[in-house]
């Protein structure tokens, strides 16, 4: 099983609409969180970190699920320049080395 | 906010051949540099931790004689791909933390390579 599991899509979503997804980790002993955004050929961008009480950035809202071991991404009112992939990022237990997920790819259409 | 460059942002050489990519904090310090590396269609993977003024600890799975790195300063730190062959073809992207700035991790561009 894949420390880090995410749904590769792609979610086709139409401009201006909500598109949600999860993320799945295994090592219950994991303490950070973040979503990343990448863009094709590009490195990745914090698009946000992931709170235990849940927080929203925007059109973007992240919640953590601790005891089922997911965190998800909500983005409302869906732009073109959302394309992206994002990728799921938790922190090992022992230090701060990064795990990532495959990545979601979103594709907004006009 | 925090810059991470790499040079050289592309290359092109001949199998056998060695290569150096450099990965330089701008405007902080970086006690510690991440490299991935990342292949097409797929999740970037670490291959090692780069610390200044010690060895990297290197993921299982990553030859550390083949892939050399170096961190002799706090704002850079170079990986070395020795003897490349076609399978070493990838994108590597460094990455710095910010130890002002907590666990957050800031990406480098990356380095295209492809070995012919």
């Known amino acids: 099983r894949k420390e880090v599991e995410q749904d590769p899509g792609p979610f086709n979503v139409p401009e201006g609409a909500t598109v949600a997804f999860n993320c799945t980790y295994s090592?219950?002993?994991?303490?950070?969180f973040f979503w990343y955004r990448q863009d094709c050929r590009k490195e990745p961008k914090l698009l946000m970190s992931?709170?235990?009480s849940g927080n929203e950035d925007g059109r973007f809202t992240a919640q953590l699920n601790r005891a089922s071991q997911y965190i998800s991404l909500l983005i409302r009112d869906s732009k073109l320049s959302d394309s992206a992939t994002y990728l799921c990022?938790?922190?090992?237990?022992?230090?701060?080395?990064?795990?990532f997920g495959g990545g979601t790819r979103v594709l907004v259409k006009p | 906010g925090a810059v991470v460059s790499q040079h050289p942002s592309w290359v092109i050489c001949k199998s056998g051949t060695s290569v150096k990519i450099e990965c330089r904090s701008l405007d902080f310090q970086a006690t510690t540099m991440f490299w991935y590396r990342q292949f097409p269609k797929q999740s970037l993977m670490l291959m090692a931790t780069?610390?200044?003024?010690?060895?990297?600890?290197?993921e299982q799975g990553v030859e550390k004689d083949k892939f050399l790195i170096n961190h002799a300063s706090l704002t850079l730190s170079t990986l070395t791909v020795t003897s490349a062959h076609p399978e070493d073809s990838s994108f590597y992207i460094c990455?710095?933390?910010?130890?002002?700035?907590?666990?957050?991790?800031?990406f480098g561009p990356g380095t295209r390579l492809l070995v012919l």
């Open positions: 990455s710095a933390r910010d130890g002002g700035r907590g666990w957050t991790q800031y």
């Open positions: 090592n219950s002993a994991s303490q950070s």
């Open positions: 992931v709170y235990s």
């Open positions: 990022v938790v922190n090992r237990a022992a230090g701060n080395k990064l795990t």
């Open positions: 780069s610390n200044e003024g010690s060895k990297a600890t290197y």
